[in-house]
């Protein structure tokens, strides 16, 4: 399989996060490039979910910036992450409880609907156009997660699996470049891990998408990233390949345990 | 299966959501006293109802037993509060964490406690939860919403011992869990089964952990139990093998190799 | 100056009011999550039962006191209130456990009308007396210092000090007893509260229960006050400003919120009234709690509003 | 088809102003029941009469009115409050039927030329203020007395309160008097502001224009601060016995107007007592009969029987008048003292004529004053001042003519 | 077996995305709009339209714009009667200041004023979120109340702050009739409420739901909460303004705040979550609930006590009003917490599967 790894696109420069008393990260540094699917790992409570959380501007590091294609940015704002074409997915499932699988899919798209209020109210012409193309778009996605049967359904009724599917959905139909995904295979059986590791290869093959991926499943870090950053209490203690990961002393010691 | 010393039975269950969805299509399984039973099953299989049907928890989700029996020690319990339940000696640790929010760590741990009223007896609790879960003591004052999911879902398992309970439903409870807290989650369930003799009923996608300490499972598809066993013998059956363990036909596949075509499985031809 | 100071505690009296109020509120947010639209309602019920039983009660007995017929309506309406909790846990809280804010609110709506209809049938819509010995005529202090002195009203004082006492002593049963923590727990989420052994129903019924008598107090007070009829239902809307300024999650906000409401209010009506024409207070004491708001979402001593991802 | 004339009833038995509403709303009904009773209704025509529960609400109020208005032998609307009147008084021309807004509504509406289906009898908030500043100004020695004294006018935050104000305003530049307005959120329940303000400008007078707990609340508040409730004037609707009952000696020496004397003695209350209490056909309870707001309820039930009786007299005696026709006789009522006699009102209520013009009819109230445990009059009957009224209801009217691009009605349409 | 979806392919996303996808939705609603456009005003009487239909209409629209912002956008509102306020008088003084000023743009204009009083007032949900939002914007409420009280200008000038309107015309025609009257507020409703519909279930609807159901989550995949919030706010008291301005003009014909006061807002939130937060059809279903079970309560329990050989005074049937009404709401949340509109959902399901149960 040959795959282009690209340039540097997201390079986390000294970042530090702190909660009162809790250091959450503490000047982590690694960069991301093109195309590569890159794995976050470290034991529960490490800063994983907190990186991404600076990404998307949802958290504000008080140390470090974030450079995005070479734009730095101390802050990032959560709208401007969008524009760029960060997606993500979350791991406590955000999806919008309320909503249809395909309305949540939607959603994703909604920064590229250009039609304005009063167009929309009408409904006429160009925005019911746009609509279509969009749901084109969406019943694709829908398609490759293979959740048909489940369009009309209220995400909230759906199983904790079928969820997590979902979320990956609205991220995809962003159209990312880079998708930063937390756990999306906690609370699947084998058989439901490998059809999510196909999606995410999928994508990344397809599209080119770049993969920024949190997961406790050694396996599938393993198997699928390229490279693998360590976070522990908030410090990073490893980065590498998946290879020179496994060997590290103090990620064996931090985190695998002895046996991986 | 003797039924000699079965603690908790259920018969030929249905369970319905919202008078419309059939979940349960008569799901009948058996928790024999100081056992650990697991529950497999993929996605949507009606794991996590077929314990809040024990635990009473469905009505809050207003879904309904509407045919079968649950028997807890020869005493139906379908009509019990999951108070009561608590009351006698079981514990559920439901999916997906739900530790209170506003709750510290300890406090969250505290209330676990709710239905004990001896104080050196809870505080001896708190130590050995703390001492199982060295994480959560280092995170004891902080709301429980602000800590890390693994840290939540600490929380959880940890608020359940709390009660003493004699027998858990635990749901996913490896679910987010770095691997050696994983590891530890099911050596503390073995080391409270063997020493506590506290009897488990699991549900858990971490097919291959779950068969390891089980003694007994049943695998669940579309709301009915479609093969129990033995766990050993679950384990080495090829299409556990191959659907739940990912090691059919011998090796371990890579999961950048998985095909998208797939064999199907037997019980559904 | 004199006056100043007079409108100054004329507002940190009217506020102790409200927060009497107010702390019905938080009693029920606080244990169940729920805002509790019938509060008002269960002012006016436990002040109509009060009222009544004690003009009922010298007729019943023939014994005429005023503190014998005031006390034993007191201890009866109680018995009401905890009726009337009892009833509504049975009959409404343990069908909707775990259900969203909106559908509980909507349920204690459903509550407020039935409290209201059920209390004018069994005690009438006409104005009654409470009569519990309150003095009704100002006294004046430093009179030496300033011309006329200040005027101090002792009623509103007894109510202060009533209020303040309910306060302390709920704020301990919340923070120090098991209960109280299981209180707190329930509010988060019933279910887990649930399936840990916490038994929702006995905790409502208390819940309720403490609510009733707060009711019943601030019905009481108020009631001798204004008279007892149905307006006492509005009271509610004054209160409201005071919850969420001091939290809806925090009794010793309720006191807090209440005294920045009521100065805030009196100063602004008299000071600012008079260039507008009057009658601001009302809205002034919302945009008060608002622009509080701006700085804390979760009103001064509220529980943080928690949104994580 | 029996021959009957139907009365809808608008009243509030619930709600936050349904201690007043009650005893109003048992006295009109009471005064029906006792005339079906004792003549056996009008000429014959019996007297019917169907309640709706407005609770002073103005859109349930209109509900009630679209309910009752089709009903065969529909005789006329008493909305009981202003707010209703407001919202019928445009509908009323379209369907033809009077509204009777006794002491309450929109006092242009005196004006019978630009209003042809209003009748503000027996008073309106502007003669209401106009008489209470004559009585305060005799009280003082002459009107002219009241130059450089302050009066304050508290008063019910809603169209309501605030009719009085022009009024008063004209009759502080004539006077030299200076007016501060306080205006109480509905339904006044917290006052504390205004009476501290009240003790801050010390004015030589309160005038009180409230409704429901506002009323006694005021009472209480004053009591708190120390203003003397002896200064305090109220107007006619804050002047009965829910408004004072439960204040007990703290109103001790409180003024209102009244329009009508209250008790049991008058012959009419008798005759209630007798006819409609004694068959036990009561409404209410036997002791709130010839309270003041009952009897107000009786007044004005009254008046809109003697309306039927005179239109009858034009249209045909015995015959179900059209509400139309009633109207007429609305506008044609001529009560000398001897008809009121004759009806038992002796002593109750002045006479009271009206005409096309004049849709009032008589302009004259009492002061009372509050005991302790009764009211008792202090005043005798004063008029309110016609040359000082007339030009303002005229002005008025014209106003209100001319944004709607309405005309008068011309002599010939008095006619008919 | 009448209702039933199979058979039914839809081959277009078009088709797919029609406002009633299901066939025989889309005739129920053809049908319900000839009946009500046609079969209504040959049947009902003058007292079921002035007291019934007209109010109960024009109370629909106003729970449809609450519904936008409470139901879809999720920001609970206690605003309401002061947006329909604002409306109401803003319609009254386009409507006499402006020489021959033509009803339907006042109309529109009143629903203009609203939306900027509702931008305004929806400043604070960028900060302020839930009960505490919802017992801020009662500010609006307390405020808009003694503004139209206190600032004479509003209300041309008449010295009790009462005002009203009269000889209303539309295209040269006169709304005088109760048929017309009906019509107009019909007619003002369906443009509505299907402009309505076209945006909840289009981009800026999503954006309202996802910003209700998790606004962190709806930030990072790019929806500004600003916009959504003030779009919502501006939608949503523009519907509402309108409703105000017709309560005032067509309905009550002369009005004074308190027609506007409060209560209005309460009522209007609890109908749209007794009727269904987020759901169109709730509105109505809640709108109807809240206006008419009163009236018939009030009607029919005199009645029902007489077949008893009981007579209930007036204050009693109003008592017991209020009790059975409160009883029916408790009821209805216990038979399904979600509205009456997801009742009425799971009544199609059912129907869907009938004659099986399941
Ligand atoms: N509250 C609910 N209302 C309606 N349907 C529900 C509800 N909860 C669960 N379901 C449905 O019941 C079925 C079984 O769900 P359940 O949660 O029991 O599965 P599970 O085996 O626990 O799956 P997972 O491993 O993903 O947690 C699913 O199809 C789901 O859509
Ligand atoms: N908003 C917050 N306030 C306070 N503390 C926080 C907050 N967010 C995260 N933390 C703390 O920061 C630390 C890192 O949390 P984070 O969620 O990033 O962990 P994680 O690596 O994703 O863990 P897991 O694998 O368990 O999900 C934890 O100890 C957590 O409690
Ligand atoms: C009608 C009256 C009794 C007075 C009342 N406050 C009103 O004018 O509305
Ligand atoms: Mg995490
Ligand atoms: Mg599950």
Known sequence: MSKEIGDVILDVKNISLSFGGVKALSDISFNVKEHEIRAIIGPNGAGKSSMLNCINGVYL??????????????????????????????????????MSVLDNIMSGRNLKIKSNLLLQALRIGPAEKEEIRHREAVEKIIDFLEIQAFRKTPVGQLPYGLQKRVDLGRALAMEPQVLLLDEPMAGMNVEEKQDMCRFVLDVNDEFGTTVVLIEHDMGVVMDISDRVVVLDYGRKIGDGTPDEVRNNPDVIKAYLGVEH | MSDSNIVLNVSGIEVIYNHVILVLKGVSLQVPEGKIVAILGGNGAGKTTTLRAISNLLQGERGAVTKGSIELRGERIENLTPAELVRRGVVQVMEGRHCFAHLTIEENLMTGAYTRSSKTEIAANLEKVYAYFPRLKTRRSSQAAYTSGGEQQMCAIGRALMANPSMVLLDEPSMGLAPQIVEEVFNIVQDLNQKEKVTFLLAEQNTNMALRYADYGYIMESGRVVMDGAAADLASNEDVKEFYLGVGGGERKSFKDVKSYKRRKRWLA | MAFFLETLFGGLMAGMRYSLVALGFVLIYKASGVFNFAQGAMVLFGALAMARFSEWIPQWTGIQGLAFANILAFIMAGAVMFLVAWLIER????????????????????????????????FGSNIYKIDIGMPKDPVFIFEKVFAGGILINQEDLIAAVIAAALVATLSIFFQKTSTGRALRAVADDHQAAQSIGIPLNRIWFIVWCVAGVVALVAGMIWGSKLGVQFSLTTVALRALPVVILGGLTSVPGAILGGLIIGVGEKLSEVYLGPFVGGGIEIWFAYVLALGFLLFRPQGLFGEKIIDRV | QAKEQFFPLLSYRTGPYAPNGIPWANGKQDYIKM????????????????????GYATDRGVECYERLKGRAGVTLFDPQSTGITFALTEKVPNDKIPLITLGYGLSISQDGQAFKWNFPLMGSYWTAADILIQHIGKKE???????????????????????????????????????????????????????????QSKPDYVLLWGWGVMNSTALKEAQATGYPREKMYGVWWAGAEPDVKDVGEGAKGYHALNLNTSGQQPKVIQDILKYVHGASQGTGPKDEVGSVLYTRGVIIQMLGTEAVRRAQERFGKGKVMTAEQVRWGLENLALDQKKLDALGFAGVMRPLSTSCADHMGSTTARVQTWTGSKWEFVSDFIAADEQILKPMVKAGADKYLADKKMTRRTAADCQS | MLYRENGQFKTSYRSDQQIFPILQDRLLVIAFLVIAFAIVPMLASDYFFRAILIPFLIISLAALGVN??????????????????????????????????PLLPALILGGLCATVFGIFFGLPSLRVKGLYLAVATLAAQFFSDWMFLRIKWFTNNSPSGSI??????????????????????????VVIALLAKNLVRGAIGREWMAIRDMDVAAAVIGIRPMYAKLSAFAVSSFIIGMAGALWGFVYLGAWEPAAFSVDFSFRLLFMVIIGGLGSILGGFLGAAFVTLLPIALSQILPKLAGLFGLEISTAGVSHAELMIFGGLIVWFLIVEPHGLAKLWSVTKQKLRLWPFPH
């Open chain 5, 68 to 101: 936008i912002l409470v139901g879809y956008c999720g920001q609970i509102s206690l605003g309401s009667g002061a947006f329909m306020a604002v409306g109401a008088y803003g319609a009254y003084n386009f409507f006499v200041r402006v020489p021959n000023m």
């Open chain 4, 141 to 199: 020695g002459g009107l002219e007395k009241l130059k450089g004294k302050k009066i304050t006018l508290v008063y019910h935050d809603s169209p309501f309160g605030k009719e009085p104000i022009p009024l008063l305003q004209e009759r502080a530049k004539m006077h030299g008097f200076e007016l501060q307005m306080l205006p109480v959120t509905a339904p006044g329940v917290e006052q504390k502001s205004t009476w501290l303000q009240v003790r």
């Open chain 1, 61 to 98: 590091p008080q140390q470090g910036s974030i450079a995005f294609r070479g734009q730095t940015f101390k802050h990032m704002n959560s709208h401007q992450v969008a524009v760029m074409g960060v997606a993500r997915t979350f791991q406590n499932l955000a999806l919008f409880k309320g």
């Open chain 4, 35 to 54: 005339i079906n009773a004792r003549d056996g209704g009008v000429n014959g025509v019996k007297l019917t009469f169907e309640e709706c529960e407005t």
């Open chain 5, 164 to 189: 009203s309107v009269n000889n209303l015309q539309v295209f040269g025609l006169p709304i005088e009739s109760a048929v017309s009257k009906y019509w107009l507020c019909l007619a003002i409703l």
């Open chain 3, 91 to 122: 009959l409404v809280l343990r069908h909707l456990v775990n259900q969203e804010g909106a559908t509980l609110l909507m349920a204690t709506l459903g509550i407020a009308y039935f409290l209201e209809g059920l209390g004018q049938t069994l």
